[in-house]
């Protein structure tokens, strides 16, 4: 998770840098993307709690992959609009090239997160498949205990 702390440093960094930058009293262009930055700056923030710091602390994967597919959807914003309006807002190249690297570990981040939240969610469904037969018995339970010796016989006229 050092890893994703690191990647998160070098986003704020940018987020500051454009952020600062006078070319914002511009243009309501600007002010937009002004905004998709602050609102990536608040995904990376929940981000870190999940992380706790990057204390080692286990994540829950299905909060991870919804927080990383936002931080994606963000993403997608943001390059477009850096796209659109790199020369008008006087955004810096590094800045750009920052926030695409940042943008394709994010959606490497989201396919892990996402995958291990979909392997969780087949394990919680199987767990409880296999409680539901344990209750009913299982095979075993309707036709007898099978090693048991106990088998039903039916009553009444074959």
Not at 103 to 114: D, E, L, T, V, Y
Request: hydrophobic letters at 35%.
């Amino acid at each position: 998770m050092t890893c994703i702390r690191s990647h998160l440093l070098v986003a704020l960094a940018a987020v500051g840098i454009v952020m600062s930058a006078p070319a914002f009293a511009q243009s309501s262009a600007c002010q937009e993307g002004q905004k998709i930055l602050e609102e990536r700056q608040g995904l990376i923030q929940q981000i870190n709690k999940l992380t706790d710091g990057g204390k080692n602390k286990q994540i829950d994967p299905r909060a991870a992959c919804t927080i990383f597919s936002k931080l994606v959807v963000n993403g997608n914003a943001g390059q477009k609009w850096m796209t659109d309006n790199k020369d008008w807002c006087q955004i810096p190249d590094q800045v750009v090239e920052g926030f695409t690297k940042d943008h394709q570990r994010s959606q490497q981040f989201k396919g892990q997160a996402c995958q291990a939240a979909a392997k969780m969610a087949e394990m919680e469904k199987r767990a409880k498949q296999q409680a539901q037969q344990a209750q009913q018995g299982g095979i075993a339970g309707k036709m007898g205990g099978g090693l048991t010796g106990t088998m039903s016989i039916p009553k009444g006229a074959l």
